[in-house]
Structures are given as C-alpha cells and as structure tokens.
C-alpha cells in the first residue's frame, strides 16, 4: 500500500504561482511513476503531468506545457509540481497518484494509489 497526501493548494490571483507537494507513504516510492490529474467542476479528470520512476522522464499535457513541472524527491518521498502563470482555466482539484512501473503513463487506469485531493482556484 502507498498512502499520498497533497498540499500547497489555495486560492491565486491570474498570473500566480503555487507549488503543489505529495508526500508518499507505504511501500518503495523511487518504484513508482507519479503523475498529477485534476478535476475541474462539472468535467471529468484529466491528466496533468507525470514523471517516470527515475525523474530522467517527464510528460505534459498540452496546455500546462512551459507553465508547470514536475519533480520529485525520492529521499523525501515527495513529488512537486510546479504550477506558474496559471488562468482561470487551471482552477480544479489536483489529486497525485503512483504508479508501479517503470515508465511514464498519462493513462489514469494504469495508476494504482490516489491521493485526496487538493483544491486549486485561480480567480481573474
């Protein structure tokens, strides 16, 4: 079992920046992908950002390309992701997840441990 906990979420003016933290708990966490979703009100959840096991790979969505990164810390059990210049648009819940792989995958199926959730609003 992995347990994830999510932070840094909050309310952020157009053009902000938030940091976003997921601390792991439970099993190995350098053995897992870790990605981040989110959810926006009345859609459904969408890829964000991920990051393979190793930190060598990363992987975008589109539109958060040149604003967000990711990172992770295995000593700390941590992943980051970095959110700058965001919109209105980037307002949701932002939930991180691990995966036991070895590689990269935007797939949400694929991804075994969720975390709660934390809400992220950007206002114009």
């Known amino acids: 079992q992995v347990q994830l906990v999510e932070s840094g979420g909050g309310l952020v003016q157009a053009g902000g920046s938030l940091r976003l933290s997921c601390v792991a708990s439970g099993r190995t966490f350098s053995s897992y992908a870790m990605g981040w979703f989110r959810q926006a009100p009345g859609k459904e959840r969408e890829f964000v950002a991920a990051m393979s096991w190793s930190g060598d790979n990363t992987y975008y969505v589109d539109s958060v390309k040149g604003r967000f990164t990711i990172s992770r810390d295995n000593a700390l059990n941590t992943v980051y992701l970095q959110m700058n210049t965001l919109n209105p648009e980037d307002t949701a819940v932002y939930y991180c997840?691990?995966?036991?792989?070895?590689?990269?995958?935007?797939?949400?199926?694929?991804?075994?441990?969720w975390g709660q959730g934390t809400q992220v609003t950007v206002s114009s």
């Open positions: 997840a691990a995966a036991y792989m070895k590689g990269i995958i935007s797939n949400q199926r694929r991804y075994d441990y």
